[in-house]
């Protein structure tokens, strides 16, 4: 600060002290997040000062959440400070920036706009400074050091005489003309603060300009007074933007000026009452500039809260919403696989994709954490079980306080346990039974209206979700929503499990609508493989091989295309080994994960579902999205660790899919499923023509007999 003593008065000045908001950090965090990624290049970014504080505040340079908006509007009676911010990617980083070569580079770039004059053109250009950050978006700890540049003499600057109120200086007149030539020259800018400006007055006016007239103002007077918008609080001293004013106006040589009056211009308001008076005049001596041209030497960079040279941290974990800080985290694992990996990977797709998992057992629980760790937030299930003994060792959503007490609903319990792991997760659950082909429905009017009730509930959820997985271990109960979600153009993925076989495949889309209103023909396969008598949740009676590739999306069967017999009750009068799902145990993780990454593969593609199904022939090919193939199918061997991709044509007579049977629905709605429901399966084979189909094969294989026994 500044020194008095008996032989001469030296000018010292107020440093700034940083204020980096809370909304600045969160900005830099989506910033960081969205924008920068891993790119270490300066960016630009904006604070301001203002110079009405009351007495005692230090000198504050504030940054908030606009920081980052450089063509933005700046508070109302506050000056803008245009910056650099270099945000680094690791703490070491952060901490071996070379911070001299920092400063010394903006110096350079500062004193090159003062001898050219872009400085009187440009005053901002006085008040710049730097941010050297590293923002650890795990821990919400942010590591900080702020620089401004300001360029020095070679000895010190003398005042000539102690500092004066401006009320010791100007007359109420000349403070009241004062007041009333800045608020001109703020119209004059279209501001409502002007950081550095000229001024000559006499006893009965002010004149005030902008530094850019400096080789007129002053014509036919030795006398040179300028002013600056002051932060600073003190009465003794000027605040840091001040510095490097002095510098520009020791520069001017040409006006031979020597001594400089200088108007701390400070405007507060007091009891909601504006006064000026508070402002400072000082008179300054200004000590002569190097002859050789080159940069002054400069200072700037911020002493930390202990006072000596060092950054600063700040943890704002505490004051963060902890659910907001989980979500920021989940992004942040996600984001940067697309930073460091795969650039194209298109997140907001998938994280915004609402998923309906029909079932939530063993496959379901899989899924739901794989969709979870994509980042997904909408998850829905549907269950109509309860949680037994057996359940929580292989269905990670479950622990056994869920099975005391006759255990929980499945669908409910689920939808717990995703929110304690992850409070940012849509998850909701309903607890109710899908109607199914072969389990008769009209034992009652109230079984009769509740399973009409669970069908408008099924088709409303198919409906408002994106993407539905079929989970669930019996083959008739995906039959419903494979009809449903085909008529509605829904994405359907499916995994299906064996003792250590699997399957997960994507359902064909139903094909789009053409310009006039028309379905696009789209031929189908007329034969399909033989029947399985296995149950629904065995990989047995998907074919392991194809003699087909390239098949579009909408020409791609579904679960029931490679059957030749309709669904019907595969619980009836089996064992209890023969009604579980007994497989190896880590398989359902395997095929529950693969079907959430199918599912985000299809989401890549241009043409989502609707895609091309990869084959196995294609694993040496060009893929044809950032994370590689999109099969049909993924047909796992456990035993042998080995998993093939095969693809088949959607079935004519498919008795989910075809068009007789989505016509039926579409025309008939709950009639129609209804006879399905109560109807043994050769309901679905007489309507689809598998029957026909049986009866002409019986027959070829009598004639194929007939003349073998002629020869």
Sequence with gaps: MAASNSA?????????????????????????????RLDESPKCIKGYYYNGDPVGLPTRLTLEFSAFDVDGSTPAHCCEAVGKLYNTNTLDAFKSTDKKALLDRESEELWAAIQSGDALTDPRILCR????????????????????????FPEGIKLIKEPSVLTTVFTAKQISA?????????????????????????????????????????????????????????????????????????????????????????????????????????????????SDSACPKSVGWEKNAKGAMGPRMVNLSECMDPKRLAESSVDLNLKLMRWRLVPSLDLDKVVSTKCLLLG????????????????????????????????PVRQPLYEFEDCLGGGKAKAIAAVERLTKIFPGVNAEGFNMSIPMPGHPVNFSQATLAQAQKDVEQLEKLISEHDVVFLLMDTRESRWLPTVIAASKRKLVVN?????????????????????????????????????????????????????????????????FCNDVVAPGDSTRDRTLDQQCTVSRPGLAMIAGALAVEMMVS????????????????????????????????????????????????????????????????EKEGFH????????????????????LLHQETQAAEIWDMSDDESI
């Excluded at 014509?219 to 600073?232: F, I, L, R, S």
């Excluded at 063993?362 to 299930?381: D, E, K, P, S, Y």
């Excluded at 994507?506 to 028309?518: E, F, I």
């Design 672 to 691: 129609f499923l209804s006879k399905v429901f109560n109807s043994s399966h050769s309901f679905l084979e007489d309507l689809t023509g598998l029957t």
């Design 8 to 36: 001469e008065l030296k000018l010292q000045f107020a440093p700034f002290s940083s204020a980096l908001e809370a909304g600045f950090w969160h900005q830099l965090t989506e910033r960081k997040l969205n924008d920068y």
């Design 495 to 559: 995994a299906a499990l064996g003792f250590d076989t699997f399957v997960v495949m994507r359902h064909g889309l139903k094909a789009r609508q053409n310009g006039s209103g028309d379905a696009d023909s789209s031929p189908s396969c007329s034969s399909a493989s033989s029947s399985s008598s296995t149950p629904a949740g065995s990989a047995s009676s998907v074919p392991t091989s194809s003699l087909f590739s390239n098949i579009p999306g909408h020409k791609l069967g579904c679960y």
């Design 602 to 665: 299809i989401l890549q593609h241009s043409e989502g579902g609707y895609a091309v199904a990869s084959s196995s022939d294609d694993r040496m090919n060009e893929p044809p999205t950032s994370l590689g193939l999109v099969p049909h199918q993924i047909r796992g061997f456990l035993s042998r660790f080995d998993n093939v991709l095969p693809a088949s044509l959607a079935f004519d007579k498919c008795t989910a899919c075809s068009a007789v049977v989505l016509d039926h629905y």
């Design 360 to 391: 939530a057992g063993t496959l379901g629980c899989n899924v739901a954490r794989t969709l979870m760790g994509w980042g997904v937030r909408h998850i829905t299930f549907v269950d109509n079980a309860k949680i037994s003994y057996s359940n």
């Design 178 to 290: 004062l007041q009333e030539a800045y608020d001109g020259l703020c119209i004059k800018g279209s501001t409502t603060a002007v950081p550095y400006f000229l001024m000559k007055y006499t006893d009965d006016t002010v004149h005030l300009a902008p530094l850019a007239e400096w080789g007129t103002f002053f014509a036919g007077t030795q006398k040179v007074a300028v002013g600056v918008y002051d932060p600073c609080t003190l009465s003794q001293h000027p605040g840091w933007p001040l510095r490097n004013l002095l510098v520009l106006l020791a520069s001017q040589r040409g006006a031979k000026v020597d001594t400089v009056e200088v108007l701390c211009f400070r405007d507060r308001t007091l009891q909601g009452s504006r006064s000026i008076q508070h402002s400072v005049v000082f008179h300054v001596k200004l000590p002569e500039l190097p």
């Design 129 to 152: 400074f730097i941010l050297l950050t590293f923002a650890d978006l795990k821990k919400y700890h942010f590591y900080y050091w702020f620089c401004f540049p300001a360029l020095c």
